[in-house]
Each structure stands twice: as structure tokens, then as C-alpha cells.
């Protein structure tokens, strides 16, 4: 597809563009501008993770679907002091010999997502949860700073 068409001319569409047509087996082979397989895998990784952030009164909650996976299949992780990266990855099962797919369609492979946290998210009190297919990272506010009172400056009399 032509972006010029369409009046987008943006080099970020025609990244995009590329990136969405790349194969896996091209994704490797280095030209001008392409991005690194590295970097398509990891854009498809957060593209395929879905997750719903909350906003309490004492924390954020992030909320990301995890059918079928045990606790050692999930990371969570702070990265820079105000990143929270959540990844893993979803094996396929080995079938006994005689056994052929007729349809798959669950994913599986690796997944990542990263949210910048708010200045008021305490780093230092992160849970995670994973409870019915559901990982559940609550991730506690630092209480409002105090409010700077006035101080009063005696005056001196020379």
C-alpha cells in the first residue's frame, strides 16, 4: 500500500509500514532505516500483550491476561527506577507421537509490555498476583508530600 495516497508521508508510516510487511526470515537482513529483527519482535511482543491500568486512590493497578501460565512463565521487573516491564513467555506443549493440530490458534512465544510510572508510584511496593488467568500488579502511590508551612524570620533591631 502506498502511504503517499493517502497524503501520509510520514517517515514513522512508512517504519510502520515496513515493519508490518516484514517477514520473519527478511526481518534479519540489514538495509537502510530497517529496523532489527530484534526490534520487531519485541514491537510484536507488546502489540499481542492487552492490559488494563486502574487508578485508585493509594495505587495503580495493571491488570494482563495470562491464560495458562505458572509463575515461573511471568516476570515482573522495575527498570530505571520508573519502569514496569512485564514479560514471559507461552510454550506449546509437546504432543505424543501421532498427534497433528488441525487448527492453532492460541499464541504462543514471548510477550512484554513496559508502562512508565507516574512520580508518585512507590517503587519499593510492587505485588504481583496471577489468579485465574489474570496477573494482577498493584503498585502502591507515595503519600502526597506535606505541605511547606510558612516560617517566620525574626527581624533584628541593629
Given at each position: 500500500m502506498d502511504f503517499r495516497v493517502m497524503g501520509l508521508e510520514s517517515p514513522?508510516?512508512?517504519?510502520l509500514h515496513r515493519m508490518m510487511?516484514?517477514?520473519d526470515e527478511g526481518a534479519g537482513e540489514k538495509t537502510h532505516n530497517a529496523p532489527t529483527q530484534t526490534y520487531v519482535r519485541d514491537a510484536k511482543a507488546m502489540a499481542a500483550t492487552a492490559a488494563d491500568v486502574k487508578e485508585y486512590q493509594n495505587s495503580y493497578v495493571f491488570l494482563v491476561d495470562m491464560p495458562g501460565l505458572k509463575s515461573g512463565d511471568i516476570k515482573v521487573q522495575v527498570e530505571d527506577d520508573n519502569v514496569l516491564l512485564i514479560s514471559g513467555e507461552r510454550k506449546r506443549k509437546e504432543e505424543k507421537e501421532g498427534v497433528k493440530y488441525l487448527r492453532m490458534e492460541r499464541r504462543v512465544g514471548k510477550f512484554m509490555r513496559k508502562f512508565?510510572?507516574?512520580e508518585n508510584a512507590n517503587t519499593d511496593a510492587i505485588?504481583?498476583?496471577c489468579q485465574d488467568g489474570v496477573l494482577s500488579v498493584t503498585v502502591q502511590k507515595l503519600?502526597?508530600?506535606e505541605p511547606k508551612k510558612p516560617r517566620t524570620i525574626e527581624v533584628k533591631i541593629a
Open positions: 514513522l508510516f512508512h517504519t510487511d516484514m517477514s512508565v510510572l507516574p505485588s504481583a498476583v503519600p502526597p508530600p
